[in-house]
């Protein structure tokens, strides 16, 4: 069954502190993965796509990894600040016919004075 | 350029009762989704409309219909509401449907209470 699955569920940490939001996905075949950024009351807004061959891909202070071989991947943000404080959304397309897209529940990030 | 723009924000419903959320795209963007939110859950795919004139079920269409009205407009229709119905839903467009790495534009989420 496709899943993806996020950890930790939320996560507090004070403001310019960095931190790593985890990603497993269980998705084949797999065309690409993506993080989505969810303020709240807003709907998702896209931070990176990275396909099987890209390693690493960065916007701004939000850098994401991604290890094929071991179907994971992780959001790193650097310096954090308030304004980064919302849930962040992995998200696997299938590459199939369908092009489904298989979305994680979500890591609550909440960033404090 | 409003992107992706939903109406209503805010709904309550009784149970039986229909209505329609609207979803507009600016951005002429052949694809169209509307999507449901639940606690705890990751988004779920309600239907989608690859392009103008055909629309298709996705993951959990049963309770609801659609229609894509033209090329900007795609709505989404509660024909009798019920409690497991109560969500936030959320429209999105893109400009390619079978492109792997297309981007998704979502709108700012419609919640809807069924009481």
């Known amino acids: 069954k496709n899943q993806v699955e996020q950890s930790p569920q939320s996560l507090i940490i004070l403001e310019g502190k960095n931190c790593t939001l985890q990603c497993n996905y269980t998705v084949s075949p797999f065309s690409n993965l993506r993080w989505y950024k969810q303020d709240t009351g807003r709907g998702p807004v896209s931070l990176t796509i990275?396909?099987?061959?890209?390693n690493t891909k960065s916007n701004g202070r939000y850098t994401a990894t991604l290890d094929a071989d071991t179907k994971q991947s992780s959001l790193h943000i650097t310096a954090s600040q308030l304004s980064d404080s919302a849930s962040y959304i992995c998200?696997?397309?299938?590459?199939?016919?369908?092009?489904?897209?298989?979305f994680g529940s979500g890591t609550r990030l909440l960033v404090r004075p | 350029n409003a992107g992706v723009t939903q109406t209503p924000k805010f709904q309550v419903l009784k149970t039986g009762q229909s209505m329609t959320l609207q979803c507009a795209q600016d951005?002429?963007?052949?694809?169209m989704y509307w999507y449901r939110q639940d606690p705890g859950m990751g988004l779920r795919l309600i239907y989608y409309s690859a392009s103008e004139g055909t629309t298709d079920k996705g993951e959990v269409p049963n309770g609801y219909n659609v229609s894509r009205l033209n090329k900007r407009e795609f709505s989404l229709r509660l024909e009798s509401a019920a409690p497991s119905q109560t969500s936030v839903y959320f429209c999105?467009?893109?400009?390619?449907?079978?492109?792997?790495?297309?981007?998704?534009?979502f709108g700012e989420g419609s919640w809807l209470t069924v009481v």
């Open positions: 990275m396909t099987f061959s890209e």
């Open positions: 999105a467009s893109s400009d390619r449907d079978r492109v792997p790495g297309n981007t998704i534009y």
């Open positions: 998200v696997v397309r299938v590459m199939d016919s369908s092009y489904k897209l298989i």
């Open positions: 951005m002429n963007h052949n694809s």
